[in-house]
């Protein structure tokens, strides 16, 4: 949390809980005494967990919620347009106080609250879009005011000024079976930092199209990234396991160091996140 410095912890079971550095306090958040939502369902394993103002918005497979400090309870999240109480987001996108991006994993709720303006994108017709699971991933705003998201089969998607989808291919190594987009980036040019399981980092650039991957060869500790972040200096901090990266953009080299982590079991997955004052 960047405003009180607590962390919101996930475990690989689903389990969540709320820590407070300072007291060294641990509360268990439980997901089966949230209120339900209005298709009857509890949250799902958590996707993303954002402060909005005082509020913590927490969003899930099934729909967001947002946590009550008072009962510490989940309550499901009620800001949506008219017309679309019941849809069920899994990820929420704001762009300043006047635009909203409700993703649901296979549409995408735009929501002009300033102009009064919402419009349903979904795909093109596309006898390749899966008829099952998500073909909207993690999604984000860009510097430029862009929204981005991964796409099904290993692309990315943008959303046009005409409010339609863009979607990008970014290289042919992914594919199925050979690597997968787990997540993405932004730096303070614009450009996007892509973390491509079991291929390595690529960096796009959505204005020229330039498209650069590092790997082991050029000196990541391994292929499988868990999680990328970009910190105030725009260095690229990825995480491999128990091996920490970190790109160096001005000499094109990394740095790796080690965490006291056992390198005899890899059962998890490991996370960074930049903090408030940039590091």
Known sequence: DQVDQSIWIQTSKGNLYHFNPETRACKPIDRTKAQRN?????????????RRGKTMILSTFTGSWIYDSTSGHLLPYRDLPKGYE??????????GDSVVY???????????????????????????????GSILGESK????GTWWAISYTNHLVRLSAQLEF????????????????????FDAKGQIWINAKGIGIYRYHPTTGA???WNETDGLPGSRVHKIAIDALGR????VYNKISVYMPASDQFFNFKIPYSENIYLYVNHLSTRKNGH
Do not use: H
């Open 166 to 185: 863009e979607r990008i291919k970014i290289d042919t190594l992914l594919r199925d079976g050979a690597g997968a987009i787990n997540s993405f980036e």
């Open 141 to 144: 705003i860009a510097p430029d």
């Open 211 to 213: 498209l650069r991957m």
């Open 86 to 95: 019941n849809f069920a987001t899994c990820v929420i996108n704001f762009k």
């Open 38 to 50: 209005n298709q009857g369902q509890l949250p799902g394993t958590v996707n993303t967990i954002q």
């Open 236 to 239: 690229i901090w990825a995480m």
């Open 102 to 132: 409700f993703n649901n994993s296979r549409e995408l709720l735009y929501w002009n609250r300033q102009k009064n303006i919402t419009k349903l994108i979904q795909y093109r017709p596309d006898t390749t879009i899966p008829k099952k």
